[in-house]
């Protein structure tokens, strides 16, 4: 029985992939790569419910579940975060470094694929379907540097392509895969139908926080305020939780929207100095850099933009700087009493691409 390696993302085009493979008796091992910029993944794992109110699952796994095949999680985040932030190929619209990513995925793939003694590698790729890294002569390159020439199938495009080695050794049946091509998703929804396949993440879209301009300009100041420190696991999580504002050239704010990024932002608090209103309802922030008497107040002032600003309140917000530093031994604590800043400071200091206003940036 032929084996392969397939990078499953449990999206309906990887999971269409897997099932004309298995259809064809060909043993499938899935493999799903956790780089640390997957919405959804990030959103599973601080226990952030979806848009529908339930817990976000993970949908590669699903996808392994429902067509009965192993689905193996592998974390590459620390190598990952060597890729994005000095990418040979470039940066997409954002801050997607698509070419290299797939380059090291797929390496990736490989090495998975030889110490399985697996046949091949497959994807859910479609020739056209994404500008960056789905145009017949990039495919062709990120096969080549992959390590992979020959030995990579893509099942929703076969026909369209070259044959592989696979199917020249008669391991896969050609004619029962697809020559999809383009943006267009009606041939693969009826492809589901086809195949039974009902349950799968809509709509589509892409899961990286990378290919999201205002999560693009957030990274692209950390790389740019970054002095040689090189990027980490908890840095990613901060990137992808509440409103930045750049305070100095060592100094951010981050700002909670909601309640579950209240609970991130003081789980990571750690040495930052961490601030919470006192009297009033409103957000949680954590300060990252060096902080004097100034900077606290316009970090106070800046989170008090967004508490509950009612009765006596409304003129003034209550906000609870609980520091991690010690003095003497001491963990200290004070209380500032701080006006909300105006809203043309918030549009000065946070950090959104230059199109965007603080009212509609996320």
């Not at 190598?79 to 060597?82: A, G, K, N, P, T």
């Not at 002569?137 to 992979?148: F, R």
């Given at each position: 029985?032929a084996?392969a390696?397939?990078m ?6 990887s999971t ?5 493979l298995l ?6 091992l ?12 990030h959103?599973r794992?601080?226990?952030i ?9 993970n ?9 009965q095949f192993?689905?193996r999680?592998?974390?590459i985040?620390e190598?990952?975060?060597?890729i ?6 470039g940066?997409?619209s954002a801050?997607?470094p698509?070419?290299d ?5 797929l390496g990736?793939?490989k090495?998975i694929?030889e ?12 020739i ?8 017949r ?12 020439a020959?030995?990579l ?12 080695i696979?199917?020249k050794?008669?391991?896969?049946d050609?004619?029962?895969l ?12 009826a ?19 990378l ?17 040689g420190?090189?990027i980490?696991?908890?840095d ?9 504002f ?5 100094t ?7 309640e ?5 932002l003081?789980?990571?608090?750690g040495?930052r ?29 800046v ?41 043309e400071?918030?549009d ?7 199109a965007?206003?603080?009212a509609?940036?996320?």
């Open positions: 029985m084996k390696i397939g499953i993302s449990g999206g309906l085009d269409l992939a897997a099932a004309l259809r064809q008796g060909i043993e499938v899935g493999i799903n790569f956790y780089t640390g910029f997957c919405v959804t993944e959103h794992r601080l226990g419910p979806g848009r529908d109110g339930q817990a976000c699952r949908e590669a796994l699903r996808a392994g579940a429902d067509l192993e689905v999680m592998v974390d985040a190598e990952y975060y060597d994005i932030t000095s990418p040979k190929y940066y997409g801050a997607n698509c070419i990513c797939r380059m090291f995925m990736k793939a090495q694929m110490e399985e003694g697996a046949d091949f590698v497959f994807t859910g790729e479609v056209g379907q994404r500008p960056k890294s789905q145009r002569p990039v495919i062709d390159l990120i096969e080549q540097k992959s390590g992979l020959g030995r199938l893509r099942p929703l495009s076969a026909k369209l392509l070259p044959m592989t696979p199917e050794d008669g391991l896969v050609r004619e029962r697809a020559g999809i091509w383009g943006r267009s998703r009606e041939t693969q929804f492809l589901a139908k086809e195949l039974g396949i009902t349950d799968f993440p809509q709509p589509a879209g892409g899961c990286c926080f290919a999201d301009a205002n999560f693009a300009h957030k990274f692209f100041d950390f790389v740019g305020h970054a002095n420190k090189r980490t696991q908890e990613a999580v901060l990137l992808g939780t509440g409103r930045h750049r305070l100095s050239d060592t951010k704010l981050i700002v909670g929207r909601n579950h990024e209240n609970r991130v003081q789980q990571f608090a040495d100095i961490f601030l919470i209103p006192a009297e009033v309802m409103g957000p949680s922030a954590l300060i990252e850099g060096p902080a004097d008497k100034a900077v606290l107040e316009q970090a106070a002032a989170a008090a933009r967004y508490c509950d600003r009612t009765g006596e309140a409304a003129g003034k917000v209550l906000v609870r700087f609980s520091c991690t530093r010690t003095v003497e031994g001491t963990r200290q604590e004070i209380i500032l009493s701080v006006k909300p800043a105006e809203p400071t918030l000065a200091l946070r950090i959104i691409p230059p965007t206003t603080s509609n940036a996320v």
